[in-house]
């Protein structure tokens, strides 16, 4: 059972627009066969919420993005609020294809576990704005809601999971009274009337709420007799998990004592494990500060690193022991000789492993360093490297691998594997018997979400060609008998253009790699508007409803990449995207008056930071992205220490604090900035957005208005960060003022025709 302690947004409110210099929406352009704003709201994600140990049956959630409209974004932060989301649910037979509702209508539904024997199908239902354990009997067809005690109410953040013989399900309860608190103290934090906050509170008032999310009463349900015991007394928990023979809970306790602002949503846990029968808890880890933990899948044994050293221990108690790394020398103990000294660093450095992967009873332990993939034995710490890193190649270079499933018996081990200088995807497979590493498949497509059967017959997967929505399959180990088990989105291969890795020359002359999202019926030779989507790195083909969009209105979208240095990350845009420009220039695609940029949230100030130092696009739109680092540094109070980290330590690269490199903060100001900028500026903002605030947006329009320069500002007064998602008005809205911004600034004048799908 994890409890997920995230902020969670939703309630359906009237959209407002607030909007500034010129509201006025002309009629746009559209391809009439092409992808409409009404495909942007229909497209349909499909998600496996759990397959059963024999692989035969799955369930499955499809929804589009109008089931996922009506959050209410001012209870951002709220512990006692879901936003709501939600989809049509499904039980596949794997063997047959045979599809059985769950119900006649969507409906919204979480937390999916199947019980070992396949039988049943527990998970969490919303009933209007609380959540209930349900069970599916596979049998009967037949639902049925588990009662609680009275007092009690489901902790809706907790996860499900059986004991091994299905005699019990862990789940987690909180008492009623959590509710009325959490919101209480909620409630007072936004509407006072008063509000005070000490430097000696041990928390920010904000994290002091979302704290509050972490609490919960584990308990077991016996579905034979209905009874339900809690084996521990409501406390603010981390991971909590049942061993597989249901014997013993072990978890970990929040002994977080203050506001950590060295890891955003910092928290200090100490891990135990107690006799589900009863009995004392005994304590594994006393804190698994600054740990990478990962357990065995029968929850008896745990791996973590620490200090460059890996340790392995079990719940059956005793010292964890060292697997791999070496002690740092103590001053002085170095060699003298620098030749020696780096060659000891060096080897320190081999030894200094990542833990990735424990098998079924934690006989064996997958983990990573600077020259690949190894197996390590556990009982005697003896290894091999089974996948070895090309040791020539830049880390941006290198091939991606992920540790995605590992069959019960600890035989075969499959990673989905990536390219990074070709679109070639796919999955290879380990044996550990044969010590054997060899490519089950590679091709052009995405893979991802591999569920592997308790005996490793088949597998159930998410495939997706590029630039498509994916779908689920079924198939074999080797993967050459595959089945298609979704169909979610017919038609929609049509109604989107292709795609071609870019490769270019950043102006340092390093290798940088983008994506391009042709125009629908892209003529070769034709140089056509083009619009930069910008971020940090970009490398596969992934589908994108607004990219499908745009890309049917006539215009390429490029995804370039960016090299960002730590220090000086302001630089990267300039050097990376005006690269990937040229590039589509010389390739005869892109029209070097018609360039057009935007971004989201980073990628928005990214456009914002870049638009002070070049004047080569025609058009510009920051979406949620902040304009002035000084005033953004230590705002977004339900964040925490968000936007303190960022640039600190974190995605914004400034490497440190305000007192200590202000000038800094002011080189990657663009407010700072605003007299240089030549592109006219769309700025799309949320009154609720408590991730960015929209005041630090809101910075640019006031500068460049004073300058009287070109802008507009766009307020959802009910959206949040990103796409406003409060109503279908408001996604509509955002798309066509996205597209009319381009269209005024990137077509003639007599181009744009009547919209259709709108």
Not at 236 to 253: I, M
Not at 356 to 364: A, M, Q
Request: aromatic share 10%; hydrophobic share 35%.
């Amino acid at each position: 059972m994890r409890m997920v302690t995230t902020v969670r947004s939703a309630g359906l409110t009237l959209a407002c627009l607030c909007v500034f210099a010129g509201a006025r929406l002309p009629a746009q352009s559209t391809t009439a066969a092409g992808f409409t704003l009404d495909d942007v709201l229909s497209v349909r994600n499909v998600t496996v919420g759990d397959v059963s140990a024999d692989g035969r049956w799955i369930v499955v959630a499809t929804a589009a993005l109008r089931d996922r409209l009506g959050t209410d974004n001012s209870r951002f932060g709220d512990p006692t609020y879901v936003a709501p989301s939600s989809a049509e649910l499904v039980v596949i037979d794997t063997r047959t294809g045979e599809r059985r509702p769950l119900f006649p209508d969507k409906r919204q539904a979480r937390a999916f576990a199947w019980s070992p024997d396949g039988t049943r199908l527990a998970f969490q239902l919303r009933e209007g704005e609380a959540f209930r354990l349900t069970i599916w009997e596979l049998d009967r067809a037949r639902l049925r809601t588990v009662a609680l005690p009275q007092g009690r109410m489901l902790a809706d953040n907790s996860s499900l999971q059986w004991s091994a013989d299905g005699s019990r399900l862990l789940f987690g309860m909180r008492t009623s009274e959590w509710a009325v608190e959490a919101r209480t103290r909620f409630l007072r934090e936004i509407e006072g009337p008063i509000v005070v906050q000490s430097s000696e509170d041990p928390f920010l008032s904000w994290e002091d709420i979302r704290r509050r999310a972490a609490r919960a009463i584990p308990a077991v349900y016996d579905p034979a007799t209905g009874r339900i015991d809690e084996l521990l007394a409501e406390t603010a928990l981390g991971d909590v998990a049942l061993t597989a023979d249901g014997a013993l809970l072990r978890y970990e306790e929040d002994i977080t004592k203050k506001t950590d602002y060295a890891e955003i949503f910092g928290r200090e846990h100490r891990v135990l494990a107690r006799p589900v029968a009863g009995g004392e808890a005994r304590t594994l880890i006393a804190s698994s500060k600054g740990l990478t933990l990962r357990w065995s899948g029968n929850g008896r044994a745990y791996v973590y690193a620490k200090e460059g050293k890996t340790y392995f221990g079990t719940v059956d108690g005793g010292e964890p022991q060292k697997l791999t790394g070496e002690d740092t020398p103590k001053p002085g103990e170095e060699p003298a000789d620098s030749a020696a000294r780096n060659a000891a660093r060096d080897a320190r450095e081999k030894e200094r492993f990542t833990p990735v992967r424990l098998n079924e009873t934690g006989e064996w332990l997958v983990a990573t360093n600077k020259e690949g993939f190894w197996l390590i034995e556990t009982a005697s710490a003896q290894r091999r490297l089974f996948l070895a890193a090309p040791q020539n190649d830049s880390d941006r270079t290198l091939p991606r691998y992920e540790v995605a499933a590992w069959s019960r018996d600890g035989n075969d081990i499959y990673l989905t594997y990536a390219s990074r200088t070709q679109w070639q995807r796919g999955i290879v497979r380990y044996d550990r018997r044969t010590n054997e590493l060899r490519d089950v498949v590679k091709d052009g497509r995405l893979y991802s979400s591999l569920r592997l059967a308790a005996d490793g017959s088949s597998l159930v997967l998410t495939i997706a060609e590029g630039n498509r929505p994916g779908d689920v399959y079924v198939a074999d180990r080797d993967l050459r008998d595959v089945r298609r088990l979704t169909d979610a989105n017919p038609g929609v291969a049509a109604r989107t253009g292709r795609t071609e890795l870019l490769k270019y020359l950043d102006a340092d002359g390093d290798e940088m790699y983008g994506v391009v999202y042709y125009p629908l019926g892209y003529q070769p030779g034709t140089r056509v508007p083009t619009i930069f989507i910008v971020y940090e790195d970009f490398f596969d083909d992934r589908f994108n409803a607004t990219i499908s969009f745009l890309t049917s209105n006539g215009y390429a979208v490029v995804q370039p990449s960016v090299d960002l240095e730590r220090g000086f990350p302001g630089e990267a845009w300039v050097k990376g995207v005006t690269a990937a420009a040229n590039k589509l220039i010389d390739m005869g695609i892109a029209d070097p008056k018609r360039l057009g940029v935007h971004g989201t949230s980073y990628g928005g100030y990214a456009t914002n930071l870049l638009v002070t130092q070049t004047d080569r696009f025609a058009a510009a739109i920051n979406i949620s992205g902040k304009t002035d680092m000084i005033s953004f540094y230590t705002d977004s109070p339900r964040l925490g220490t968000r936007n303190i980290h960022a640039p600190e330590k974190s995605q914004d690269r400034i490497g440190a604090t305000l007192w200590e490199q202000p000038q800094k903060y002011v080189t990657h100001s663009a407010v700072m900035f605003a007299d240089r900028i030549k592109t006219p500026l769309l700025l799309l903002t949320g009154r609720e957005d408590h991730n960015v605030p929209e005041r630090t947006t809101s910075e640019m329009f006031y500068a460049l208005r004073r300058l009287g320069k070109r802008v507009e500002w766009v307020s959802y007064i009910n959206g949040g960060h990103g796409m406003p998602t409060t109503t279908e008005a408001e996604v509509r809205d955002f798309h066509t003022r996205i597209l009319a911004w381009y269209d005024r600034y990137l077509k003639p004048p007599a181009e744009p025709k009547a919209a259709n799908g709108r």
